[in-house]
């Protein structure tokens, strides 16, 4: 039985269901994308699932940066999780489909986490920004009750954009294609099978979406700028190095983050396209919550010290 029939609008039925074509319909190719995917999401979920596990044992990690570091680690294991399970499924099912409320539930559980990310990836910068460039006034500007109300901000903030899209998703007409050529559930390419006008949706996604995008991407940027000109005072070359270094680090992921997920939410919808971009969210949306436990967590000197205090005790 094949699934994959488009449905014409001249029959008057409306899609039910969405066949999910992942990143290629070869089976060997989907053979290795299940390896390989299988590999980061594991890596995925360990490397951020330790991070919990550290910052919860040992005490000398309850601080502003650890506690946003377990947000955004909450975060990406959400994140992940809400896409490659299915992905991977359907790499080893004849049966790709998934039905509308299991469609929409995904889109909005995955723009819920991306914004929110954003949004901490934004706190996150203006926490060092603080404690580089204000280390005096850093336990006031970043005290227990600040640093709580701002990953509220951010989850709150990122949920209510999620909502609002969804919401907005599912007043939409679907009588065409049920093909989906993409590994999950996105605003863009549900965009391009709608039969309904889009054009309120587009208007939304450009202005609630790109405030939530840009304005945490501009916050990160200006903290990062600031943070380049302190750097550039220390005195000492070694002690320049070791902070560029740092530095170098966390903008690359920010920048792949960023650079990504403007590319395929702020711009219009028709010239998306879901063969050529549809590669995009794995780099946003699979291998940055790979990389964050790495970059922001693991290399880390503390980190290493409560690992290796974790490991002594068992």
Known sequence: MDPVEPMGRENDTSVTKFILLGLSSNPAEQLILFGVFTAIYLVALMGNMLILLLVSLDSRLHTPMYFFLVNLSMVDIGYTSCTVPKMLANYLSQDKSISWAGCLSQMFFFISFGGIECLLLG???Y???????????YGAFMSRRVCALLAAAAWVMGLTNSAVHSSLMSILSFCRSNILHHFFC?????????????QTNQAVTFALGGAVILGSFLG????????????????TREGRLKAFSTCASHLTVVSLYFGTII???I???S???QDQDQALPVLYGIVTPMLNPIIYSLRNKDVKRALRKALARS
């Open 123 to 125: 706190v996150m910068a």
């Open 127 to 137: 926490n060092r920004y603080v404690a580089i460039c204000h280390p005096l006034q």
């Open 186 to 198: 996105d605003i863009p390419p549900l965009f391009q099978l709608s039969c309904s006008d889009t």
């Open 220 to 235: 990160t940027l200006v903290s990062y700028v600031y943070i380049v000109m302190a750097v550039l005072r220390i005195r």
């Open 263 to 265: 590319f395929t939410y």
């Open 267 to 269: 711009r219009p919808n």
């Open 271 to 273: 010239t998306y396209s």
